[in-house]
């Protein structure tokens, strides 16, 4: 059973701290890597993806990948109330040329108060 | 919502009854999911479809059909609802296969009494 895993919070943090959001799966194929941001009764929302080691910035968000250590995280620096929302780690799971799936974590809550 | 829709937004239905729900997308994206979310399970795959008339199941699929015969639309069909399908449906689109980042309809939320 390919896993991803995430904590489910809720992670609390002040109004303009770096929020850090941690996501590990288990399939050492998976070669693309999301975070979506859901809304309470939203639908979720793209926000981040990453395919290679490292780093990738977009304005307040930074994605890191390590695929030896098979973990994916999410920084928001300069987080705000508007912020709060369910982070969903995503990660494929390859099935052929035409196949393959997203595996979604169950979604970390985070809380920024101001 | 990338230009997704989905229909109805909103349903109430008994026992046993066949519901279908319509998936839109206006963005000619070739695969299509569906995928339920419930409190403590997260997002779970339904069935995906790759192109018109072919679909595959996801981790979920027991109970459920599905059936795309243009681009644009994907239905989802529970045969004869059960109480444990009590859940809000979200239809996700994309330009390809699963390296490629999904796109998320509004959602329906389905009550089965």
């Known amino acids: 059973q390919k896993e991803v895993e995430q904590n489910s919070g809720p992670l609390s943090v002040p109004e303009g701290a770096i929020a850090s959001l941690n996501c590990t799966y288990s399939?050492?194929?998976?070669?693309?890597f999301f975070w979506y941001r859901q809304y309470s009764g939203k639908s979720p929302e793209l926000i981040m993806f990453i395919y290679s080691n490292g780093d990738k910035e977009d304005g307040r968000f930074t994605a890191q990948l390590n695929k030896a250590s098979q973990y994916v995280s999410l920084l928001i620096r300069d987080s705000q109330p508007s912020d709060s929302a369910t982070y969903l780690c995503a990660v494929n799971s390859y099935g052929g040329s035409n196949t393959g799936k997203l595996i979604f974590g169950q979604g970390t809550t985070l809380q920024v108060k101001p | 919502d990338a230009g997704i829709t989905q229909s109805p937004r909103h349903k109430v239905t008994e026992t046993g009854t066949p519901v279908t729900l319509r998936c839109h997308q206006t963005e000619n994206h070739r695969y299509m999911y569906w995928y339920r979310q419930d409190p403590g399970h997260g997002l779970r795959l339904i069935h995906y479809?790759?192109?018109?008339?072919?679909?595959d199941k996801g981790e979920v699929s027991d109970g459920y059909s599905v059936s795309r015969s243009k681009t644009e639309d994907f239905l989802l069909t529970l045969e004869s609802a059960t109480s444990s399908q009590t859940s809000v449906y979200f239809c996700a689109i994309a330009p390809g296969p699963s390296s490629y980042e999904q796109y998320f309809g509004p959602g329906t939320r389905l009550t089965v009494t």
């Open positions: 399939d050492r194929g998976s070669q693309s």
């Open positions: 479809s790759y192109g018109v008339k072919d679909t």
